[in-house]
């Protein structure tokens, strides 16, 4: 490997890492816009120029391979001046609308003008005006003014997604992104062009004006979208609770791993949060009488839930858990199952929309955590029913007490009318779950749970791989972890004391899953580790 | 309390000297003023507010307004930077987008809380686009409720800078829960 020095510090690079890269490793940020690990090198924007060896110009580092013996220096007098200079330039035409723009706060070239810019301007001519506010495509807004023809957005499509909607168009200081005629950005990867962005030039249309960044909170999570399980960012805002119309997340970012999803998430990912602040939600506990449905206290339907579950036959009782669910949740279900002795149990529900698939990132399975529950063991057990011989057995009055977590039976690939049927012979009918669904409405029993960005807890994407999520906002209402839920009905059935905390529960799926021996909740940390191969 | 103390007419008649004391010491001076030609003699006066005023000084930190571009619209482009910068948090805007992609942006929704706003004014410093500011003149607003004490984007809009003298120009605004 290549040995190099970088402002006096030495460091051993592989052969192939450019200098930006090499820097990077010893905490050297060297300023730059068009360069993005992964997209190819541009060389668009000269800012990332350093001084190399005894060479009398600087160089630009994205596009340089570290060498034997290469003597790098990037805060010299000459690499500065060449820094403001490239700024000014940028600067010529960039319109003054920080303050109406989406990307103020988390802007490059606000940061780097900050570091680096020529305070006074010395430009006098009126400035070159392109079109403003220009839609794309569903997600990505467009300020040409704004742009500073980096390219990465170019090369993102034309590289990653290899859809190549976008291009440069005209020339000199009227060239601008556009797209080609004909053609939009809607590919389902598009929104990563406003991450990539470095300015304010595209942004989201979803998010436009909904709250300034400097509000933002974030929290390192998983998406829920499929079984990638694609590393976020989770923004929200609680400080202003009157913007973005009191939701409380405002977007979701991709995080980067480089086993997973390295730095994109797909539109329908990026986008898949909403029922988070939705009206939908369910705040309280409710059990319903006839037809009226009273909302009461956790402490009131915990004993009624266990009483009920008691109450039966073991295989009078179905339980459908669902692949949405923590491996955490997951646990507890499967020891309370098997407590009660329950042989019906399944997690696999087809959906009657056919998922979707590329090789990109997209996986048909739109569950985060279908291999966990493959691990765990929510199966039927033997001599137990599936899912669809759960719903056939309540049909003819076989199964008489029915607990459905989060799944909506009614958008199942099976028939809306015999599901309806076999929900309605049912003598009790438990719905879990966070948002009301086609199935809420005639449960007897409501338990209203937190959404994933309302707790922690881990998934296991469909290569194995377990991945943590953190909490991020408090449960609407009276919602609680579906673990938490599990538990206490758990604990008024006999099954021992309520966990305290997710990695409680986590330590003891560790000790007792094969798949999961070795595993620490706090090891895992941001990147997650896969599970033992089978 | 000493006994002396006990019987009121001795500090009675202590207080009604000191009266007295004021009372002659500012006759003596209106006196020299007026009669003699003393300028310098400056006897108390008493203002009678509300009806008489004396003038405000012009960098008076008064209630806000809004400032209007020539067709009427705020001038305000909803950039949130006076509802970040304000230490009481008394700023509640709501941005939306203007049909004009030059504009882009305008407040959809700009309440000021003066229940809780304590006059800093931070906002007029922080604002890019000069579109607050605090020359109203106008210092007397109250309501009957904590609902009443906040002042609507179209309050706002519609009030007019303050005279020279810093006479108020516009109306107080009354709050929709207080009759005039």
New interface residues.
């Given amino acids: 490997m290549p040995k190099l020095t970088i402002d006096g510090k030495e460091i051993e690079a592989p052969a192939g890492t450019n200098l930006i890269e090499a820097a990077r490793r010893l905490g050297i940020e060297i300023p730059h816009y068009c360069y993005h690990p992964g997209l190819s090198i541009a060389g668009q924007c000269r800012l990332c120029m350093v001084e190399i060896g005894n060479n009398p110009r600087p160089q630009i580092a994205c596009n340089i391979q570290v060498a034997e013996g290469m003597v790098v220096r990037t805060e010299t007098a000459k690499v500065l001046a060449t820094r403001q200079s490239i700024m000014e330039f940028h600067l010529i035409n960039h319109p003054l609308?920080?303050?109406?723009c989406d990307q103020?706060g988390e802007c490059w070239l606000q940061i780097y003008y900050m570091k680096h810019g020529l305070y006074e301007p010395r430009m006098m001519d009126e400035k070159v005006h392109k079109?403003?506010?220009v839609p794309l495509g569903p997600h990505v807004i467009l300020d040409a003014e704004r742009c500073i023809l980096c390219s990465r957005c170019v090369r993102f499509c034309d590289e990653i997604t290899g859809t190549g909607e976008l291009g440069i168009f005209q020339r000199g200081d009227h060239s601008e992104i556009g797209l080609f005629p004909g053609r939009e950005l809607s590919n389902p990867y598009s929104a990563n062009v406003i991450d990539i962005c470095p300015v304010g030039a595209l942004t989201d249309r979803d998010f436009?004006?909904a709250v300034?960044v400097?509000?933002l909170e974030t929290a390192k999570s998983i998406c829920p979208g499929c079984s990638r399980g694609c590393n976020i960012e989770v923004h929200y805002n609680l400080r202003?609770p009157?913007?973005n119309q009191g939701r409380r997340v405002a977007r979701l970012k991709p995080r980067y791993n480089r086993e997973v999803n390295r730095w994109w998430i797909c539109d329908a990912g990026r986008y898949g949060y909403k029922f988070v602040d939705d009206p939908s939600r369910l705040l309280l506990p409710a059990r319903r009488a006839d037809t009226q449905a009273d909302e009461v206290v956790w402490e009131e339907i915990i004993p009624l839930v266990a009483a009920r579950l008691s109450a039966y036959r073991p295989e009078e009782i179905g339980v459908l858990a669902s692949p949405q669910m923590a491996n955490e949740d997951l646990f507890l279900l499967r020891r309370l199952v098997d407590h009660l002795g329950i042989p019906n149990v399944d997690f696999r529900v087809p959906s009657r929309a056919s998922g979707d698939e590329d090789r990109i990132l997209i996986k048909a399975d739109k569950n985060p955590n279908t291999r966990g529950a493959e691990l765990i063991g929510l199966g039927p057990r033997p001599g137990g029913l599936d899912a669809r011989g759960v719903l056939r057995a309540a049909r003819e009055r076989r199964i008489k007490c029915l607990w459905v977590l989060h799944h909506d039976l009614l958008l199942s690939a099976w028939p809306e009318e015999e599901t309806r049927e076999a929900l309605r012979a049912l003598d009790c009918l438990i719905f879990q779950g966070s948002n009301a669904n086609g199935v809420s409405p005639s449960a007897h029993y409501v338990l209203p749970s937190a959404t994933w960005v309302e707790r922690e807890g881990t998934f296991a994407n469909f290569e194995g791989r377990v991945q943590r999520f953190w909490k991020a906002v408090e449960p609407v209402g009276a919602a609680l972890p579906d673990w938490e839920i599990i538990g206490r009905i758990g604990e008024a059935l006999g099954m021992g004391p309520l966990p305290a905390t997710a990695e409680a529960i986590f330590k003891a799926l560790a000790a007792e899953v094969i798949a999961f021996r070795g595993l620490s909740y706090r090891e895992l940390r941001d990147a997650g580790k896969p599970v033992a191969s089978s | 309390m000493r006994l002396r103390q006990r019987f009121y007419l001795v500090e009675v008649l202590v207080g009604l000297r000191v009266t007295a004391a004021h009372f002659f010491v500012n006759l003596g001076r209106h006196t020299a003023h007026y009669v003699f030609g003393r300028k310098d003699a400056r006897g108390a006066v008493t203002v009678q507010y509300p009806e008489e005023r004396r003038p405000y000084s012009l960098r008076l930190r008064s209630l806000h307004r809004l400032v209007r571009r020539e067709d009427g619209s705020p001038r305000c482009v909803a950039c949130m930077m006076c509802e970040t910068v304000c230490p009481a948090h008394c700023i509640y805007i709501v941005a939306a987008e203007h049909p004009n992609p030059e504009i882009e942006k305008y407040p959809a929704r700009f309440d000021i809380d003066l229940g809780k706003c304590v006059f800093c004014g931070y906002c007029v410093e922080a604002c890019p686009e000069d579109a607050i500011r605090m020359d109203t003149g106008i210092l007397e607003f109250s309501s009957y409720s904590r609902r009443g004490m906040i002042y609507t984007k179209e309050t706002l809009l519609a009030l007019e800078p303050a005279g020279p003298d810093g006479t108020p120009r516009s109306p107080i605004p009354i709050p929709a829960d207080r009759t005039p």
């Fill in positions: 609308d920080c303050p109406v103020a079109p403003k506010a436009r004006f300034r400097w509000y202003r009157h913007h």
